[in-house]
């Protein structure tokens, strides 16, 4: 009774909150009559330079402490480990809103509107913020970039202009697109899911829109192309064929495969896993589900897989193994860096700050060899309560600042040695003769039997935990 009175209370603000804000977003004071202005191209970021590295002891916040895009670690430069991507979703349309509160962020080049003039203004800040940030690659949705349209043509012209103009600024900067995907759930068409979706129609136009998708991530010249399946499972099972939802969704994976092939991009498809959120259950659930379902319908080649880290964690598991999971199945092909909160259930999207986690990640992605084609894209937002256009900087500031030290602890961690030591010596009854064949598949149970009454009870030592936490932390 008392939970529901506060409800209806929050729910009522709410509403007299958006009463009062109206459309949410218009042009603050100092900046009226530039917004409105049609030729207005920026400068978006007046007033902030080109983010430098300053060394560990800067005290300036628009500067990279660790982060040094030429330094060379391992044999690479910083820049080439991580290929930073900005993500188009949350940085430049992510309004604070939250379920409780209207938009928070007036950034002074939104005109309150979703027009095409407006996406395109937008779509020049965020070629203005990488190059000023000194990042290499973006990440968009089709339906971030464009405006949707009343039909299916519409929406397509819509993406073309924006596209075009990406493309000219793309030329212009020498930027990339890490990855592109499709807006699969937003609309009310997907309530029941897009590839999963009871509905034919809507498994249509749900490949319709990945179709184009794909096109326009080819002719911006993307790396690799992203399948988030946000409504692709189910609310309860008692109304779901989760059998025939599942082979739908291979059927769909399937056909954008050939659709790839058919077009010419070379792109890494990824799957990018999520327990649930917005769905009870999600049918990529982890990394571990996700290989299986790519191993029975035979796609397993065709796909790696982005792990995203707040995903990993609201699935009941660390990043680390998310990533782990991952390499050691040959899927490791992208990374959603970010980071949820221990005290919060859900996406939280934040930036990653903490530098044992950014180590733990690091040393997946050195054992992987890299991650090319694949990127670091940072799926995260601001907090609704951080509200300057500079937050926006410092953000992706100290996200990769943490990044870039987690890739040096890594470094260290590695030519150090110790933790790979005490690894190898746990596991080194199983290097000699007997150890091999078992591992060659050459050892029966008779065998081991006999094995087994020979030894006697065997020696069992100790794993070293707390020796080996010791080591990592002597490395941060
Ligand atoms: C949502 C996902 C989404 C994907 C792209 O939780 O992380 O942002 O990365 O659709
Ligand atoms: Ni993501
Ligand atoms: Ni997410």
Redesign the pocket.
């Known amino acids: 009774m008392k939970t529901w009175g506060i409800l209806l209370l929050l729910l009522c603000l709410q509403a007299v909150t958006y009463a009062v804000i109206g459309e949410s977003q218009t042009c603050p004071a100092e900046n009226v009559g530039k917004c409105d202005d049609s030729d207005w191209e920026g400068e978006f970021f007046p007033g902030i330079n080109k983010i430098k590295y300053e060394g560990p002891s800067s005290k300036n916040p628009l500067s990279f402490k660790w982060y040094n895009a030429e330094e060379e670690i391992l044999g690479k430069k910083m820049k080439d480990w991580f290929r930073f991507s900005v993500a188009f979703w949350h940085t430049f349309r992510g309004t604070g809103a939250d379920p409780f509160g209207a938009p928070t962020k007036y950034w002074p080049w939104e005109d309150g509107t979703n027009s095409l003039k407006m996406a395109k203004r937008r779509m020049r800040a965020n070629f203005e913020f990488i190059n000023k940030l000194g990042v290499d690659w973006w990440c968009f949705h089709d339906r971030d970039i464009a405006p949707d349209g009343e039909t299916l043509e519409e929406a397509n012209a819509n993406l073309d202009e924006v596209v075009a103009l990406a493309k000219e600024l793309q030329m212009q900067s020498n930027k990339k697109v890490l990855w592109g995907t499709a807006q699969l759930f937003m609309h009310p068409r997907y309530m029941h899911g897009a590839a999963t979706s009871s509905e034919l129609g809507v498994y249509a136009y749900a490949a319709a829109q990945v179709k184009k998708a794909l096109e326009v991530t080819h002719y911006l010249g993307g790396e690799n192309y992203v399948f988030?399946g946000g409504r692709e499972g189910y609310q309860s099972l008692l109304n779901t064929d989760m059998e025939r939802e599942l082979n739908h969704l291979a059927r769909f994976f399937e056909a954008a495969v050939a659709y790839k092939k058919k077009i010419g991009f070379n792109g890494t498809l990824l799957i990018e896993p999520?327990p649930q959120e917005p769905t009870k259950h999600q049918y990529d659930w982890d990394a571990a589900t996700t290989a299986n379902f790519l191993r029975k319908y035979g796609l397993i080649g065709e796909f790696k897989l982005n792990i995203?880290c707040?995903?990993a964690t609201l699935s009941g598991h660390s990043c680390h193994h998310e990533l782990e999971t991952a390499r050691i199945n040959g899927l490791l092909g992208n990374i959603?860096a970010?980071t949820g909160d221990p005290q919060v259930g859900w996406?939280t999207?934040q930036f990653l700050v903490d530098i044992q986690e950014a180590t733990m990640i690091m040393l997946s992605v050195i054992r992987n060899g890299g991650i090319a084609p694949g990127g670091f894209n940072f799926?995260a937002k601001l907090r609704r309560e951080s509200t300057d256009v500079e937050d926006l900087f410092i953000a992706h500031i100290i996200g990769m600042d943490t990044m870039a030290r987690g890739l040096k602890n890594a470094a260290t961690l590695i030519a150090d040695g110790t933790l790979a030591e005490l690894v190898r010596k746990r596991y080194q009854s199983f290097d000699t003769e007997i150890g091999a064949q078992i591992e060659a598949g050459k050892a029966d149970f008779d065998f081991l039997e006999k094995k087994a009454k020979q030894w006697g009870e065997p020696k069992v030592a100790s794993a070293k935990q707390e020796l080996a936490e010791m080591i990592l932390q002597s490395a941060l």
């Open positions: 988030w999520k995203e707040n995903h959603d970010n996406d999207d799926d």
